[in-house]
């Protein structure tokens, strides 16, 4: 902010930096930040009351760390636990879990969990803070994180309810996109290539640093990923060979299979037919042509629709200023093309559409002009992903809605907006978006 513009005194910043200056009126600044950050201390209060749900079944806590017991034990991965179809970095990193009893398992998992859920919550607030001017009125703040959390509320909640790993992938993603947006691109890349190790399908950033000419970050985004990915491999050492193979085994047996159409070497193959709980591209799909009885045309409507939406993904790419403060506009444009792409793409996973929501959120705060579109776009998208498929409208409907890809659409018509921002300075010359056309 200019020096000469004076803040006001009645608005307070998206930017972390702030809250954490001095100031001379002690009491009424405290009053202040306590109100500002009300919303995430009752976030963590209804965590801590949601424990009980949490813990009702511990799927995620006895499958991941029984994973990271194959390593230890030497034993090949896929044969061992046949279920855990994630990178085998994911496994090594689950390894402190193994002693542990399953209830400090749980207790454990699920504070990371809300330790996650806040941090990803905190950066995404953080990445849209910087697409727009850096002060804001209480009641800017108080709506953006309303609707923000409305928006997100039931993916994060399906976090929990499956004790998925997607938030703690998810605050890496973001780390990384912060990195880049705050000149530490290498840290930065690191950040997204350690979410990639753990996940795989953050590995489309890589092609993104590529199309953005970001050539070193792109380095130290395959060297990192490279590191961790074979980190099992140096430790351990299946059947007593002298190298593990570790990763390979995961590549050919897991990743090899789900990007095509032939189940062969693949013990797990619910990416394929007719599964209502794919919400990726291939599961729209899938729910149009049977991919069993007829792979040939189910193949080629796939494969178009793949290279349709990658080029209306890699037009907004090429479009979007290469600046730092429109990170968060790629960023949001990517995780959606994550999703879309994803040879299975849950319920959980969803919950990456947080930063798009928190991006089109705040410009539809902060431009007026914007909000002809980013409203309807919103309301879509909410109507879409959340409101007809949840446990009011019943078990039916909810069929319904994700057997015709609801849940999809609700993710790419944010697309829409996304593509329409672009730069434009506000009369107090801080930076600032709007609409690519809207009315004057």
């Not at 530490?184 to 590529?210: E, M, N």
């Not at 794919?278 to 193949?299: F, I, K, T, Y």
């Amino acid at each position: 902010m200019d020096a000469s513009h004076s803040p006001d005194p009645g608005a307070i910043s998206l930017d972390p930096r702030e809250h954490r200056r001095g100031g001379a009126d002690g009491p009424a600044r405290l009053l202040r930040l306590m109100r500002a950050h009300a919303p995430w201390f009752g976030l963590l209060v209804a965590a801590a009351a949601y424990y009980p749900r949490f813990s009702r079944d511990p799927t995620g806590v006895a499958l991941y760390p029984h994973a990271a017991e194959c390593l230890l034990r030497n034993e090949v991965l896929q044969n061992c636990e046949v279920y855990f179809t994630y990178p085998p970095a994911f496994a090594f990193l689950m390894i402190p879990f193994v002693p542990l009893p399953i209830g400090l398992r749980t207790v454990l998992w699920y504070v990371i969990t809300i330790a996650a859920t806040v941090a990803c919550l905190r950066l995404c607030e953080a990445l849209a803070g910087r697409l727009v001017a850096n002060r804001w009125s209480e009641a800017e703040v108080a709506w953006f994180r309303i609707i923000a959390l409305v928006l997100s509320l039931r993916f994060i909640l399906a976090v929990f309810e499956s004790q998925a790993y997607d938030m703690l992938v998810f605050v890496f993603v973001l780390a990384g996109l912060w990195g880049l947006a705050g000149n530490r691109s290498a840290l930065g890349a690191g950040s997204l290539a350690v979410a990639a190790a753990l996940k795989a399908t953050p590995l489309i950033f890589l092609p993104y640093l590529l199309l953005k000419r970001r050539f070193l970050p792109a380095a130290v985004f395959s060297l990192v990923f490279l590191a961790v990915s074979l980190l099992p491999d140096l430790f351990f050492k299946p059947n007593g060979e002298a190298w593990g193979h570790y990763f390979l085994d995961w590549l050919s047996q897991v990743a090899k299979p789900a990007l095509g159409h032939d189940p062969t070497g693949a013990k797990q193959v619910f990416w394929m037919a007719l599964n209502i709980h794919n919400h990726s591209l291939r599961g729209m799909v899938s729910a149009l042509v049977d991919e069993l009885n007829n792979p040939a045309a189910h193949a080629r409507f796939l494969y178009a629709a793949y290279a349709v939406f990658i080029a209306a993904v890699g037009v907004l790419l090429v479009r979007s200023p290469r600046r730092a403060d429109f990170i968060a506009v790629d960023g949001s444009i990517v995780l959606i093309a994550m999703l879309m792409l994803s040879p299975m793409t849950s319920r959980s996973h969803y919950v990456v559409l947080l930063l798009p929501y928190s991006v089109v959120t705040a410009v539809c705060l902060r431009d007026q002009a914007s909000r002809w579109i980013c409203l309807p776009v919103l309301l879509s998208s909410f109507v879409l992903a959340t409101a007809t498929s949840n446990d009011l409208v019943g078990e039916a409907v909810t069929d319904w809605a994700y057997g015709h890809g609801f849940l999809a659409l609700g993710a790419m018509v944010l697309l829409i907006a996304l593509g329409c921002i672009r730069a434009a300075p506000d009369e107090s010359g801080s930076s600032a978006v709007r609409l690519r056309r809207g009315p004057r």
